[in-house]
T-cell receptor, first 115, second 117 residues
Framework: DGGITQSPKYLFRKEGQNVTLSCEQN?????MYWYRQDPGQGLRLIYY???????QKGDIAEGYSVSREKKESFPLTVTSAQKNPTAFYLC??????????????FGDGTRLSIL | SQQGEEDPQALSIQEGENATMNCSYK?????LQWYRQNSGRGLVHLIL?????REKHSGRLRVTLDTSKKSSSLLITASRAADTASYFC?????????????????FGQGTILTVHP
């Protein structure tokens, strides 16, 4: 089955700790995205990558970092600099960067909480 | 800032009724997309409508787009309890007059739809 796998489903962070959220896709998509969703809110873009070894900041990149060393993988690190990390994190991918009229496909999210 | 503003924020209807959700946006777009999210899950793509299209259908879903008013609507006909979810519009904004995309979507705040059996 093709799709996007996010892990873990639930994650707890201690003060001062960096944590990494995993996102893997086997859809052969070029573009990948990370979003943050707070309760009752829409999605806000953290980082996105249109091609391997390249990524751009989204609207709320501060306190987060990413890498795109493989086409299939786009891990997100929530650093200790992110003071309010409690949220639902969603990873998505699309066949080509949006603008070629392609939809985004989403994983089932990781819920991050502070201990 | 959010490009899309959705209306209403919440909608409660009975099974069999139609549900209409609206989305307004501020800048020129290449396309507008509607997504559905069940509680605690990821988003699922429903329909994409291009800027040169006015209406699209998919099963019980009907989407309209009015670029002169910068607005779109999603109609779900003959709703079912299983349609209970949050619905989001997302825009692929145009960077310039040539239609270049920013390469990313901007999501609205969503409409929470509850369909009572």
């Amino acid at each position: 089955d093709g799709g996007i796998t996010q892990s873990p489903k639930y994650l707890f962070r201690k003060e001062g700790q960096n944590v990494t959220l995993s996102c893997e896709q086997n859809l052969n998509h070029d573009a990948m995205y990370w979003y943050r969703q707070d309760p009752g809110q829409g999605l806000r873009l953290i980082y996105y990558s249109q091609i391997v070894n390249d990524f751009q900041k989204g609207d709320i990149a501060e306190g987060y970092s990413v890498s795109r060393e493989k086409k299939e993988s786009f891990p997100l690190t929530v650093t200790s600099a992110q003071k309010n990390p409690t949220a639902f994190y969603l990873c998505a991918s699309s066949f080509t960067p949006t603008g070629s009229n392609q939809p985004q496909h989403f994983g089932d999210g990781t819920r991050l909480s502070i201990l | 800032s959010q490009q899309g503003e959705e209306d209403p924020q919440a909608l409660s209807i009975q099974e069999g009724e139609n549900a209409t959700m609206n989305c307004s946006y501020k800048t020129s777009i290449n396309n507008l997309q509607w997504y559905r999210q069940n509680s605690g899950r990821g988003l699922v793509h429903l329909i994409l409508i291009r800027s040169n299209e006015r209406e699209k259908h998919s099963g019980r879903l009907r989407v309209t787009l009015d670029t002169s008013k910068k607005s779109s609507s999603l109609l779900i006909t003959a709703s079912r309890a299983a349609d209970t979810a949050s619905y989001f519009c997302a825009t692929d904004r145009m960077r310039d007059a040539g239609g270049t995309s920013y390469g990313k979507l901007t999501f609205g705040q969503g409409t929470i739809l509850t369909v009572h059996p």
